[in-house]
């Protein structure tokens, strides 16, 4: 069965795909939950209307699909609370001032 940890670190390979910066570390990921086989993700994104979602879904669940004793990968979007620039990491924030 995977870990909470586990899904964390492989969804740190799932990047946004205009910053390339991975969804963990730009704040995305609000929550995770590992049940037996099954794992919930609930995220964000930058902005509302913002395309990419069923990109971002569909590498999650083939990353975390990968993990030992995964059976399902639900991924539900929200928007509560609205994504805002503090919830990045030091490491993307700094990424970020070189960007841009």
């Known amino acids: 069965m995977a870990t909470v940890d586990e899904v964390r670190e492989v969804l740190t390979e799932v990047y946004d795909p205009e910053l390339q910066i991975d969804i963990v570390n730009l704040g995305m990921v609000y929550d995770i939950q590992v049940n037996g086989g099954d794992v919930h ?5 930058t902005a509302m209307g913002c395309p ?8 999650i669940q083939e990353r975390v699909s990968e993990l030992d004793g995964v059976d399902n990968v ?3 979007l929200t ?6 620039p503090e919830k990045m990491s030091e490491e993307a924030k700094l990424a970020m001032r070189y960007m841009f």
């Open 79 to 84: 928007f509560d609370p609205p994504w805002s």
């Open 41 to 45: 993700v609930t995220m964000t994104l």
């Open 74 to 76: 639900d991924v539900e």
């Open 52 to 59: 990419i979602f069923d990109l971002l879904k569909r590498q």
